[in-house]
């Protein structure tokens, strides 16, 4: 059964670093191409960040560009999202989600972990 | 970047009713198209990719159509596990990946 089980989450000031890792088991970690999708309270859903299987292409949406780094190690099948000068607006729940086989849908989320960005 | 729209916002249907949702793309996506069911508190799940085809374990009631920049989502005869927001989400171009605002099915 495919498992993404995502932690790190929490209370951070504005201007913090948060790290949030994504656990996956039940398939081949290192063949997934993986993303990072959040959801600010009440609202809908925003792509984060991509990484292919390899760690070697990476993108990120603009609103996080330059603050926010994705990466993998696949040796511990584990995600991660490096998240710097932490806004307001960043306060969302933080799925991580894997990729289908063929296609760029996600077929797989975690239940989510919850970053508040407050004083 | 290409625009998704939903609509209705909201949808009230009473059980045992179809439903059609509409999903709107700002320029053609060809059939690269999924849809996801979220239920309160709980993560999205996929019901639809290549804007017609179920996703493993999803109930012959939903159905996907559409291409370019027109899709439908519908749900032949909705049971009560069915109230929740759908969103639509392209991945024909991208980076970004870009979803539709949702539609939230509720009981009428």
């Known amino acids: 059964e495919v498992q993404l089980v995502e932690s790190g989450g929490g209370l951070v000031q504005p201007g913090g670093s948060l790290r949030l890792s994504c656990a996956a088991s039940?398939?081949?970690?290192?063949?997934?191409?993986m993303n990072w999708v959040r959801q600010a309270p009440g609202k809908g859903l925003e792509w984060v960040s991509y990484i292919s299987s390899s760690g070697s292409t990476i993108y990120y949406a603009d609103s996080v560009k330059g603050r926010f780094t994705i990466s993998r190690d696949n040796a511990k099948n584990s995600l991660y999202l490096q998240m710097n000068s932490l806004r307001a607006e960043d306060t969302a729940v933080y799925y991580c989600?894997?990729?289908?086989?063929?296609?760029?849908?996600?077929?797989?989320w975690g239940q989510g972990t919850l970053v508040t960005v407050s004083s | 970047e290409i625009v998704m729209t939903q609509s209705p916002a909201t949808l009230s249907v009473s059980p045992g009713e179809r439903a059609t949702l509409s999903c709107r793309a700002s320029?053609?996506?060809?059939?690269?198209l999924a849809w996801y069911q979220q239920k309160p508190g709980q993560a999205p799940r996929l019901l639809i990719y290549?804007?017609?085809t179920r996703a493993t374990g999803i109930p012959a009631r939903f159905s996907g159509s559409g291409s370019g920049t027109e899709f439908t989502l519908t749900i032949s005869s909705l049971q009560s596990e069915d109230f929740a927001v759908y969103y639509c989400q392209q991945y024909n171009n991208w980076p970004p990946l870009t979803f539709g605002p949702g539609t939230k099915v509720d009981i009428k």
């Open positions: 290549g804007a017609s």
């Open positions: 989600a894997r990729y289908g086989d063929y296609e760029y849908y996600f077929d797989y």
């Open positions: 039940g398939f081949t970690f290192s063949s997934y191409e």
């Open positions: 320029q053609s996506v060809s059939s690269n």
